[in-house]
Each structure stands twice: as structure tokens, then as C-alpha cells.
């Protein structure tokens, strides 16, 4: 059964403090891993795929990389507009047009 | 350019009561979807659709049933609400060639008592 599991669940930053969200994966046959972000009230917004191991996407403050078990997103001095839950999500080998989404990180900035 | 829509935005059913969810997108989208997401869950696919008139079962798809009459309307109904059915629903599209890049819908909450 494929797997997303991603931590922490809650991540308090300060306003310029740097940090990272994990998503770790058991899947058959990665054919993709994907970040999305959530705003409270809102549907998820597509931020980046990665394919391969060793991959990388940059977006602004946001790195997302990828290792064969698991993918960071990286945050560079965030600021208070990056607070939201970012989600990840898998497409595996087996799972024809299905992904399978993490229960996501929610991510406060504090000014 | 409205993107994905979704009505209502909030319902509150009793327990066996039926409703349906309507989702519509403006962009050519192929594939629709039709997620539940949960505290702790993450987003779980119920139903899926790759182009109209057809549909397939996702991972969470016993209580639901869904339509594609137009590639642009995809439709939820419950038929007999259960408490466990409480959740916020989310409808999403996307390209064929590219299902990973999914645009979501604001969501519709809903609670059964």
C-alpha cells in the first residue's frame, strides 16, 4: 500500500527563520512526488514536481528536493505569507491517474 | 476565467437524507476529481472521472455516486448521509497529460447530524 507521511504536523517559525518540512514515501515505482500549498479555507495550489532523485525546484523562498525515500521543502527566511499547510502528494507506478496526499504540515510565521 | 467552482459552500444534512455537490470547470480539463479531506487524513480521492461519461472508483468511494454528463459539470450526490460522511469536499481538475498539476475547487463543508 503506498504511503505518504509527512512531519512535523504543526511548524512554528519566526519571521526569517529557516527551516524544512519532510514527506517521506513507501510507493511501487515513484513516477512523481508534488508539493502543493493550502491556505485556511481555500483548495490546495499547485507548487512543484519532482521526478528523479536529486532533483530540485526552486520557487522564491521555497526549495522543494527529492531523494529516493523522501522529499524536502526547503523554506529560506520566511515571512508571515508563507503560513499555510503545505501538502505532498505521490503518483505511484500502480496508481494509474490517482495520487496519494500526506496529511500535510501546517506552517505559522510569526512576524 | 472562473476556474473550478463549487456549490454549496457549506450544508448541514441528517442522517439519511441525500444531497448532491456540483463542481464546474472552465478550462477544458479532461479529468475531474472528487476529494474528501479530514483532520489528520489529508485529502482522500472518492471518485475520478477522465473525460465525460465516464467515472471510476478512487480510494474512498463506498456512499458516493458521481455523473459527467458534460466535461465541464461533475457531480457528487450522497445518497443516504451518515455522521461519518462529515467532511469538507474538494473537486478538482486537471490536463490529461498532466493529472499531477490538479486546481482545486474552494471546498464545500459539510456536516450530518
Known amino acids: 500500500e503506498d504511503q505518504v507521511t509527512q512531519s512535523p504536523e504543526a511548524l512554528r517559525l519566526q519571521e526569517g527563520e529557516s527551516s524544512s518540512l519532510n514527506c517521506s514515501y513507501t510507493v511501487s515505482g515513484l513516477r512523481g512526488l508534488f508539493w502543493y500549498r493550502q491556505d485556511p479555507g481555500k483548495g490546495p495550489e499547485f507548487l512543484f514536481t519532482?521526478?528523479?532523485a536529486g532533483e530540485e525546484k526552486e520557487k522564491e523562498r521555497l526549495k522543494a528536493t527529492l531523494t529516493k525515500k523522501e522529499s524536502f521543502l526547503h523554506i529560506t527566511a520566511p515571512k508571515p505569507e508563507d503560513s499555510a499547510t503545505y501538502l505532498c502528494a505521490v503518483q505511484a507506478g500502480n496508481a494509474g491517474n490517482m495520487l496519494t496526499f500526506g496529511g500535510g504540515t501546517r506552517l505559522m510565521v510569526k512576524p | 476565467n472562473a476556474g473550478v467552482t463549487q456549490t454549496p459552500k457549506f450544508r448541514v444534512l441528517k442522517t439519511g437524507q441525500s444531497m448532491t455537490l456540483l463542481c464546474a470547470q472552465d478550462m477544458n480539463h479532461e479529468y475531474m476529481y472528487w476529494y474528501r479531506q479530514d483532520p489528520g487524513m489529508g485529502l482522500r480521492l472518492i471518485h475520478y472521472s477522465v473525460g465525460e461519461g465516464t467515472t471510476a472508483k478512487g480510494e474512498v468511494p463506498d456512499g458516493y455516486n458521481v455523473s459527467r454528463l458534460k466535461k465541464q459539470n461533475f457531480l457528487l450526490g450522497l445518497e443516504s448521509a451518515a455522521p461519518s460522511q462529515t467532511s469538507v469536499y474538494f473537486c478538482?481538475?486537471?490536463?490529461?497529460?498532466?493529472?499531477?498539476?490538479?486546481?482545486f475547487g474552494p471546498g464545500t463543508r459539510l456536516t450530518v447530524t
Open positions: 478538482a481538475s486537471s490536463y490529461l497529460a498532466r493529472i499531477y498539476e490538479q486546481y
Open positions: 519532482l521526478y528523479s
